[in-house]
């Protein structure tokens, strides 16, 4: 089909055998040559037209175009028609899948029974015109369809070709590349297994097992083995290891031997340690706790705490020579050769510490040392110190009260006859009343030798102490007056009812009082008696704001015979009686706190429905024993 259009796109001459071509009219004087894109016609066959402009005989001027009208399958046809596409075709025997898309992007699709070599003749299937959603895809690699796809554009056109072919036909010359490779590293592996058999089967495999031997080894199997399966060095090599195993179990078995003997023997030494009632510390070159057993708990504790220092229990000869400076404790703790024995006191605990080094070098790897709590034997030695002292102090107490009340009766009786002849002489009667002063200051003081070396019997009876506190305060208030020291009583207790005697109880609270007045002087203005309960005891606080007591004197305060009164103004028996009475009384006496400014003496004695549910202490025939810490 072939038509000659003027230059206003009129038909001029026309050669057409398909009634429903249409001729086109919007040919371009910029675009003389074109081609068009797909195009249908009546008949619903798509078809493309191809212009090329016509010239006047001079060849100056375009008076024209030529428009020829192309069935595509025809020109595909052709295409497909060549003989070295259809030569090539059958060599590869690969599955392409053809189409063309024009410049709006509409597509014809190749039949399949259009691929070359698949058909012969001239009548072949006509091109199918693809739907509008058909566009050109991109170049790329489809998943789902397992196909390969790529775009070549048509020179001169704005058409293109897309050429799809399947995943398995484009990877065939892969493939089989692949297989000869497996082929020939098959090959490659079964020549390198039969080279290396040899050098591993005498080589590699003894050495292999002399390494897994060597672990096991490691991990105390000793009774490995390694079988002798060649000759040569690695044969020599395999004897030698065996010859080692064999040795080395048999010093195992040997060490194990006396490992558990000694085991047996640390044993023993452990339960003989553990049943000793002394305590055991070992010490290294340091100074540090190796090792202790329960029964230095105790020390190591009161060691440990910061407020406990050891201290000697007295001055020791040995440690004076060696600088020390009469320090036990570090004449012990010394790095010394030589072993040491002394005795410290830990808190309010005495301990006999025998210390010896560990090892002969200098210095020593260590120092055990074997710790005695010998608290109770002290005390019962200063017990029977005491008691003794007791003894002597009563028959000299006995003595004095013999030898001199005869005396003191006399003194007092002509000293009464003085008073009453010379009732009108003033100065007679001054000397009278010194005379009464100390000739009763005499008799007091046998009399209070004689109650704390003999220890007077008490009088049981239930009374009220509050009672007894307002009698004492009613006794020491003319000597209150005189100091101008205001007594008070702060009676918070419910119940103050006890089991004793009120004259030795009275005797306690004088003297505890009298005491705060004479410390007091010129130094205090109140002295203040305060009572409470707690679970079992009453318990009854003197409690002053005078100058305090010293620190010296605070262990020494109920010593008998100590006092820190002028010479000849006390005895030193008021605390220690006062003490006695009042453990004689379910009790005690302690010093609670002193400073100045606040002294508190503390006295507890048992209530009387506590006496009435645990057996009675009173009364007793001896006062109790204290020691001088």
Partial sequence: NLSLLDQRGDPVVSAIADQGVLI????TQEHPTSISDILTTASKSPVIYLTTPVQNLQGQETVGCLVAWVRPWAWVVGALQSESLRLRAREEETEVLLTLFDGKGRGLQV??????????????????????????????????????????PITGTSWTVQVKLKSHNALNSIASFESRLLAVGTVLACLASLLLFFPMRYLVRPLVQLDAASQRIKHGHFDTRVPVESGG???ELTLSFNAMAEGLEQNTRALQEKEEEVRHERDRLNAVISSMQDGLIVLDAEGKVERSNHAASPFLKLLNRNDVQPAPHHVCKTTAENDHGGDCASCLFAPSPLPRSCMINVGSQVFEIHAAPIGRGTPASGR???????????????????????????????VMAHELNN????????????????????????CVEVIERNTDACKETIH??????????????ILDVHETLREVIRFLEPVSRRTSIKLSLDLEAQNALVHGDEVQLKQVFVNLMMNALQAMENQGTRLTISTEKDEHHLVIDVVDDGAGISEEAKDKIFQPFFTSKPRGTGTGLGLSTSRRIAEMHGGGLELVE??????????????????ERDDPILPISSPPIHSNK
């Avoid at 086109?24 to 040919?27: A, F, I, L, N, R």
């Avoid at 003191?408 to 003033?426: E, G, R």
């Avoid at 209070?448 to 009876?461: F, I, K, M, Q, R």
């Fill in 24 to 27: 086109p009219t919007d040919q």
């Fill in 111 to 152: 039949p399949e029974a259009l691929r070359p070599g698949t058909w012969e003749g001239e009548i072949a299937p006509r091109l199918s015109l693809l739907a509008d959603e058909h566009r050109v895809e991109p170049d790329s690699y489809s998943p789902t369809r397992a196909t390969f796809s790529r775009t070549f």
């Fill in 233 to 235: 060095e690695i044969g």
């Fill in 368 to 398: 055990v040392f074997v710790a005695r709590d010998v608290s109770d034997r002290i005390a019962q030695d200063e017990q029977q110190i005491h008691q003794g002292r007791l003894s002597v102090l009563g028959e000299v107490a006995a």
């Fill in 407 to 430: 005396p003191l009766t006399s003194i007092s009786m002509f000293n009464q006859m003085l008073k009453t002849d010379f009732s009108h002489d003033a100065e007679v009667q001054e």
């Fill in 448 to 461: 209070n030798l004689l109650d704390y070396s003999t220890g007077a019997t008490p009088e049981v009876e």
């Fill in 594 to 611: 002193s400073r100045p400014g606040k002294t508190v003496f503390r006295v507890r004695l048992r209530c009387h429905e506590n006496t």
